[in-house]
């Protein structure tokens, strides 16, 4: 039985066609075709029709499909079980972080993860919440941070301090001098702001319905650096946590002010994936995502 020729089945169905499967994996496409009629042949049916939009489950497929996920999903809880039981942290451990997060923490983030599992695979993923959330769905990541309105659940696990945003903008900029400014002073300021769908989309609305005004969102993207500099570049201003500009900030690349009236805030967590059960490797990468995340936290929420 060829586990790794069925568990590419499973991500070309997944991914709606051999091309597209071939790109997130990184593999040629004439590799995966390959390895996919292979698997045809040795079991002696056609499992896939190929369509000029892609694929999808032949009868065939269709009958032994839910029978193949079974058995990965079997051999995935055997081999985890063999590895937790010899005591040692193993196997291959996927962790998604916010790209705001990525220039504090991803290097001591390295650092203790590779002391507390040194023989573990590592792979790091940075994005939004949103791809975060998205990859944890799907089992692209074993652990992933999240963000949480202050007060919500979901989350496995949710740090005890709320982070207050901030309005971001050029370093000299007028309204940025004091150390607050209220919500009604944003109003008509041209904004960066992640698209939607997006957490902190909703809190800004709200915000702005408690203060009586309408906030101009001028861009949107979901990628952090293209907010950060822009921002810094005095072309537009953009919201953020305390740990995403902690640095620029203290480097004099920007301003900063903390937003009242009302107060903005959100909560950092960290889930796991549901996609398969938790390894003895991935509860260990957990424990040490959390401690530097309260470390970021502890340097930068006091701005």
């Known amino acids: 039985m060829d586990l790794q020729a069925l568990k590419l089945l499973v991500q070309v169905v997944e991914a709606g066609g051999v091309a597209k499967a071939a790109s997130l994996l990184g593999m040629p496409q004439s590799q995966v075709s390959r390895q996919?009629?292979?698997?045809?042949?040795?079991?002696?049916?056609q499992l896939l029709h190929r369509t000029g939009r892609g694929v999808t489950l032949s009868e065939l497929g269709r009958m032994v499909y839910p029978q193949v996920l079974q058995l990965l999903a079997d051999a995935d809880r055997l081999e985890l079980a063999l590895r937790d039981a010899s005591g040692v942290a193993m196997g291959e451990v996927g962790i998604g972080i916010l790209s705001s997060f990525v220039e504090p923490m991803a290097v001591p983030l390295y650092g203790?993860?590779?002391r507390a599992l040194p023989q573990v695979r590592l792979k790091i993923f940075d994005g939004s919440s949103g791809q975060l959330e998205e990859w944890l769905a799907t089992g692209k990541i074993?652990?992933?941070?999240?963000?949480?309105?202050?007060?919500?659940?979901?989350?496995d696990w949710v740090l005890h301090d709320a982070v207050v945003l901030h309005l971001i903008g050029a370093p000299g900029d007028r309204l940025l001098q004091r150390a607050d400014i209220g919500v009604r002073e944003m109003a008509g300021l041209p904004l960066i702001l992640p698209g939607q769908p997006s957490?902190?989309?909703?809190l800004l609305?709200?915000?702005a319905r408690q203060a009586g005004v309408q906030l101009r969102v001028e861009l949107e993207t979901d990628c952090f650096w293209t907010q950060l500099h822009l921002a810094m570049s005095g072309r537009l201003y953009t919201i953020l946590g305390p740990y995403a500009f902690h640095s620029a900030m203290q480097q004099g690349r920007?301003?900063?002010?903390?937003?009242?009236d009302p107060m903005i805030k959100r909560s950092i967590g960290v889930s796991m994936t549901n996609t398969r059960p938790a390894s003895l490797a991935s509860r260990e990468a957990s424990r040490v995502l959390r401690r530097c995340i309260e470390d970021v936290t502890l340097r930068t929420i006091g701005l």
């Not at 996919?36 to 049916?45: K, M, P, S």
């Open 254 to 260: 920007l301003g900063a002010a903390r937003i009242v």
């Open 142 to 155: 074993d652990i992933g941070m999240v963000v949480r309105n202050q007060g919500a659940r979901g989350a």
């Open 205 to 207: 609305d709200d915000a």
């Open 112 to 114: 203790e993860l590779r």
């Open 36 to 45: 996919i009629l292979e698997l045809e042949r040795r079991y002696g049916g």
């Open 199 to 202: 957490g902190i989309r909703p």
